[in-house]
């Protein structure tokens, strides 16, 4: 493997070059002089000192902690299925105590190199670093080592996601996520009051003692605790003990410029300008307000990206990556961008079709689209009540629906269910941050009381069995079928559908026109 770089420290970093030299440029602008901290609200303190307390405390001892359970983990995984030697598609798909999906993309740069090709993924794991990457969200999980490139929002997924870890131990993690790390990278200065900042403390504090650490290294960690506590209240109140801790403060604000640097490249930021890093104390103001701009923005990229996993049970986040799967044969048409201009535009779109037209894959496809586009969060739905269970007024959400109000025959508990609830799906969409997608088979659509209930679909139906031409229709075959058999079909007047093709691609008793 190629050398990574590092810092003086020594420790190695998995920062693209052109943010560690902003990093290393920042360093640089560093004042050696002290300045007045009066700048800043008391407020913008607390968040500071926790903010120094999560990344230079914490995190470190976390990341030592999960080292040894992880390596546990690891060897149990190989040992029983086979996890260094094996290969796609035999490879181990869910973590067996808790059934949860493990994530490939992030191990081997499998993601970077081969996108949503997962038969061409690299499923060996060979070391503690790539298994835990198995249960985090592909853009926490961009270390080389448990060094400080694994950050807080990582090491505490780690602990929460992984059931090795004692259930309080959980908890605390869950604790400390919620209540101290998330808030203070959305970077909400209001909410950081006298209690909240009393309360941050006690949890992290819980939270070191439940690690069950020799008693040393537990006595120094509650220290550390401790001091900035109490250093932060002179912070505080600007007392000279106070102003003495403004360098060592000015250090500790030089780590959460790296970290935001970190956090930047994890969200697609090639470049984040953190401008001048406490130059000096008379316009540190300035640079925590520049810090909570970028974080803000860094906050709701992660925030967006977080929500759309957390809202989705295990089985819906299958069914998405059964979607990206299928994606790699997707065929485009001039029928497809035509949808997704609609379903851009509108709250609401039906693809109706014969059985096998391909209404189904067309919507999953379009689905992908949007969510990568537009940063919507995809919901897969069983059934139309999962809308109202599942919707979220300030989220953006994209409720998709295969075979609405039935299958293979008209579904009446279905179209009652519409029935009772159109003018409330008709509210939710009216606040523009929701869409709902379905398809619907023909003999369904054409039924009267159907088309009595489903009216918020009335004005964006489009029906594939007209809208696809003959062309288009052979243009997918292409996929399924060899040259000689699309011309066979070019020169034959016979009824064909993509699925139809796909099918006797799978068969080898059957003449095409037999077939």
Request: proline share 3%; glycine share 4%; with cysteine.
């Amino acid at each position: 493997m190629e050398e990574q770089p590092s810092t003086s420290g020594g420790i190695k970093r998995s920062i693209p070059q052109e943010l560690q030299d902003e990093i290393d440029r920042i360093a640089s602008k560093v004042p050696r002089n002290t300045a007045n901290p009066a700048d800043l609200d008391d407020n913008q303190k607390r968040w500071l000192i926790l903010g120094i307390c999560l990344h230079s405390v914490i995190t470190p001892i976390l990341r030592k902690y999960v080292v040894p359970i992880l390596t546990v983990l690891y060897n149990e995984l190989t040992l029983k299925h086979k996890i260094d030697t094996q290969t796609y598609p035999s490879q181990l798909k869910q973590y067996p105590p808790t059934k949860a999906y493990l994530n490939y993309e992030s191990v081997n740069n499998n993601k970077a190199t081969f996108g949503n090709q997962k038969a061409k993924y690299d499923y060996t794991i060979k070391s503690v670093v790539d298994v835990s990457k198995l249960f985090l969200q592909t853009h926490m999980a961009h270390y080389i080592y448990f060094d400080d490139t694994c950050d807080s929002s990582a090491v505490l997924g780690l602990i929460i996601n992984i059931d090795k870890f004692p259930p309080v131990v959980k908890s605390d993690a869950e604790n400390v996520r919620r209540n101290i790390r998330n808030p203070w990278a959305h970077c909400d200065f209001t909410e950081w009051d006298a209690v909240k900042y009393s309360d941050s403390f006690q949890l992290m504090e819980k939270l070191v003692k439940n690690l069950s650490l020799i008693s040393t290294e537990e006595h120094q960690i509650i220290g550390e605790l401790k001091k900035w506590e109490i250093n932060g209240q002179h912070f505080l109140s600007g007392t000279t003990l106070g102003l003495e801790l403004v360098n060592d403060i000015r250090k500790q604000t030089q780590v959460l410029a790296e970290y935001t640097n970190q956090v930047a490249g994890k969200t697609d930021y090639n470049s984040i300008r953190i401008m001048n890093v406490l130059e000096n104390f008379d316009t540190l103001f300035n640079t925590v307000t520049q810090l909570k701009k970028d974080m803000e923005e860094i906050g709701k990229r992660l925030l967006v990206k977080e929500e759309k996993y957390d809202s989705l049970n295990d089985s819906q986040k299958g069914e998405i990556e059964f979607w990206k799967e299928q994606e790699v044969t997707f065929v485009d048409t001039p029928v497809v961008h035509r949808i997704s201009k609609i379903i851009e535009s509108e709250h609401s779109v039906l693809i109706i079709g014969e059985p096998g037209i391909g209404k189904s894959m067309l919507l999953h496809y379009v689905a992908l689209k949007l969510q990568k586009e537009n940063d919507y969060n995809i919901i897969p739905c069983s059934g139309m009540q999962d809308i109202l269970h599942l919707y979220k007024e300030d989220r953006k959400q994209m409720f998709v629906l295969d075979d609405i109000c039935g299958r293979f025959t008209v579904s009446r508990s279905g179209i009652e269910y519409w029935m009772n609830n159109e003018e409330k799906m008709k509210r939710i969409l009216k606040k523009g941050k929701t869409k709902i997608a379905a398809t619907c088979r023909l003999d369904i659509f054409n039924d009267e009381k159907f088309k009595e209930s489903c009216t918020v679909f009335k004005c964006n139906i489009c029906n594939l069995s007209v809208d696809y031409s003959r062309e288009d229709r052979l243009t997918i075959c292409k996929q399924y079928l060899s040259e000689t058999n699309i011309k066979l079909l070019k020169d034959t007047n016979v009824y064909f559908t993509p699925l139809m093709c796909y099918l006797y691609s799978k068969s080898k008793t059957f003449k095409l026109t037999d077939f």
